[in-house]
C-alpha cells in the first residue's frame, strides 16, 4: 500500500512560524488568504497546533502551516486571488508560506494542478521531493511529485514530472536550472540522476481541472471583484448582481430560507492567527464574509464589495459582537447561562478588528467600505466606547448563541436563542472575545502506526557527482490504478527532518491564543525552512559542463484549451502555391497594321 510517510513538511516549519508569530503582540495578520473551495470524496487536513488529520471542511481558511491530503478517488482545490491549486487523489499538500510576501506550497507525493490568472506578489514555488518549480507566468501547470514505493517506504520518489500546459515555469533541481515553455514537461529523476525536457500531455485531471476553470470566463462577478478576493467565482451561479444608488454594485444571493439573515447558517471556528472566524455553509459562502458589508433591502439581504481596491484585505468576520464577560440569556427552563451575539456589519460602517492588530491595519482594512475622514479618525483608543446594539443599522439581524455553542462550533441555525429585543437592545457591543476559549470536538481520522521517513528537501549548494544521463521521452506518469489504496485518511504526522538542519530547542513559552483543550502532544523540533532562490538562468560559459545543457523538445503543435479538454493541435499546413497560367505567345503581327 502507499506508505504513510512522513511526509508532513510544514508541521515543522509551522510550528517555528506559529511560535514566532505570537512573540510579537502587535504583528499584523496577513491580509491575502486561502479557502478550500472544493472537496470530492474524503478529504483531510490540519493545522500547524494539531497531531491528527480531521475532516476537511468546506470554505475553511487557508494560511500558513495548513496540510491537506486526498484519499484514492478524492479531488480538492484550494483557492488564493488569483490562483488555483487542485488536488488529484492520494496527494498531499503543505502550505508552507502564503501571507502578503510570497506562497510556497510543499508537494510531497502527488499530483497538484495549479492555474494562475494572475502571478501573485513574489511568484509561487512548489516544492517537490526532487527540486523547486517557480511559476514565473500566468498559466496552467501540471506538478507530479511521484509516489512512494510501497516495498521501499523510507524511500522518495524517483522522479518528478513538471508540465508547463500554459505559461512559463523555472526548475531548481540538483545543479540544473531550466526554464519549461508552453507545452513542454521536465523530467527529473535521482537514480540515476538526470534531467531532460520532453514533450508534454495533458491528463483527465487536467481537463477536470480546466472545467472549473472555465467559471472564470466571461464572470460578472469580475467586473466589481479584483480577482484577489478569494472566493468571488462561485457568485455568479448562486445570485445576481444589481446597481444600487446608494451602496454601487449589489449582490443578491439565491437563498430559500425564510429566517436566512448574514452570518447564521454556518459556525465558529478558531483559525490562528485571527481567532474566531465564521465558517459559512454555503458553497459561496466565502467572499462575502470576509470582505464588504450586507445591506437588507426592503426584507432582501444584499452583500456590498465595496469599491475596488488592489489589494483587499481579509477579515475572519466583518461582525460587532455582542455582550462580551458576563452576558447571560435564558436558553432553556428558565436557566440563566454565557452567551455571545453577533450583528453584520452594514456599508459604511466600521470593522474593529477583536484581535490584536495595528491602527494601520484597522484603517486598511475598511478602506474600501468607510469614508476617508472615518478611516483617519480611527485609533486603537476609540474602540466600541458606550455602542449598543442598535447603533448599528443590522440590529435586527443580530444573532445570539450560548457560550458553550460558540467555543465548540456548534451550527449557530441550530443553536440560535430568541432574546427579547428589550434585553438585547441594552446588550453593549464586545470590544473583543478573548475571554472564549475554543474546544474542539473528537474529529479526528484513526491512522495506523506512521511509518519512519525523512522527507528532505534539495539544498541548492550540492552538486551531483554521477554523470547525467538523459531521460526518455517515454517516461510516462503512472497511473493510479496501479497505486494500492490507503486504508485510512492522511499519512501519519511527523516532524520531518531538513537536510542540513539542526534540531533546535522547542518553544512553549509565548502563547497568545487561548489554549486548545486536547490530549498533550509532544511539538516537533524546530526546524529552519530552506530558503527558496529566485528563479535563474544558469550561464552555461561559466558554471554548468556542457552534458548539462538542456534542449527543448520538438513539439507536434502547441497544447490549447478546448471544450473537449486540453489538446494538442497540429501545426497549421501551409497552403500550396498556386500555380500560375502559362503565359501565352505574343502576336508579333497583332499591331503591325
Known sequence: ??????????????????????????????????????????????????????????????????????????????????????????????????????????????????????????????????????????????????????????????????????????????????????????????????????????????????????????????????????????????????????????????VIVSDWAPYRYGHWAFVSPWGWTWIDDAPWGFAPFHYGRWVNDHGRWGWCPGERVARPVYAPALVAFVGGSGFNVTVSLGRSAPAVGWVPLAPHEVFHPYYKTSVDYARNINSNNVNKTVINNITVNNIHENITVNHYANAPAATVVSSNAFTHGAAVHKSAVAVPAAQLAKASVAPDVSHFTPVHENKTVTSPAPVPHHFAMPEHNEQVKAPVQPATPEAKRAPMENVERLAAPGPAIQPRVIRG????????EVTAVPAIQRPEVTHPAEVQRPAIPAPQVKDEHKDAPKDHAVNHPEQHGEIKPTHEGWQRVPPAQPKPEEKKAPELPKDEHKNEH
Open 501 to 508: 538542519a539542526e534540531p533546535v530547542a522547542e518553544k512553549h
Open 1 to 254: 500500500m502507499i506508505s504513510r510517510r512522513t511526509v508532513t513538511l510544514s508541521l515543522a516549519f509551522a510550528t517555528a512560524t506559529f511560535l514566532s508569530a505570537h512573540g510579537a503582540a502587535l504583528a499584523d495578520p496577513p491580509a491575502r488568504v486561502g479557502r478550500l473551495s472544493y472537496i470530492g470524496g474524503t478529504v483531510s487536513f490540519h493545522t500547524p497546533d494539531q497531531q491528527q488529520w480531521s475532516p476537511a471542511e468546506l470554505n475553511y481558511p487557508v494560511t500558513t502551516g495548513a496540510s491537506f491530503w486526498t484519499e484514492p478517488k478524492a479531488k480538492a482545490e484550494i483557492q488564493v486571488g488569483g490562483t488555483e491549486i487542485r488536488l488529484d487523489e492520494a496527494t498531499e499538500a503543505d502550505i508552507t508560506e502564503l501571507d502578503d510576501n510570497g506562497t510556497q506550497i510543499a508537494v510531497p507525493q502527488g499530483v497538484v494542478n495549479v492555474h494562475l490568472r494572475e502571478v501573485p506578489a513574489n511568484g509561487i514555488q512548489i516544492q517537490t521531493p526532487n527540486g523547486i518549480v517557480s511559476l514565473t507566468k500566468p498559466g496552467s501547470y501540471h506538478i507530479d511529485s511521484g509516489h512512494a514505493d510501497p516495498a521501499n517506504p523510507n524511500v522518495l520518489p524517483a522522479t518528478t514530472q513538471v508540465t508547463v500546459l500554459e505559461g512559463e515555469a523555472s526548475i531548481n533541481a540538483a545543479n540544473t536550472n531550466a526554464i519549461v515553455m508552453p507545452g513542454e514537461e521536465a523530467v527529473i529523476n535521482t537514480n540515476p540522476p538526470s534531467f531532460s525536457l520532453v514533450e508534454g500531455n495533458s491528463t483527465p485531471f487536467d481537463d477536470w481541472a480546466l472545467s472549473r476553470e472555465r467559471r472564470e470566463v466571461a464572470s460578472q462577478t469580475s467586473q466589481y471583484i479584483p480577482p484577489q478576493v478569494t472566493g468571488y467565482e462561485d457568485l455568479d451561479a448562486q445570485g445576481s448582481w444589481l446597481t444600487n444608488p446608494d451602496y454601487g454594485p449589489v449582490w443578491y444571493p439565491n
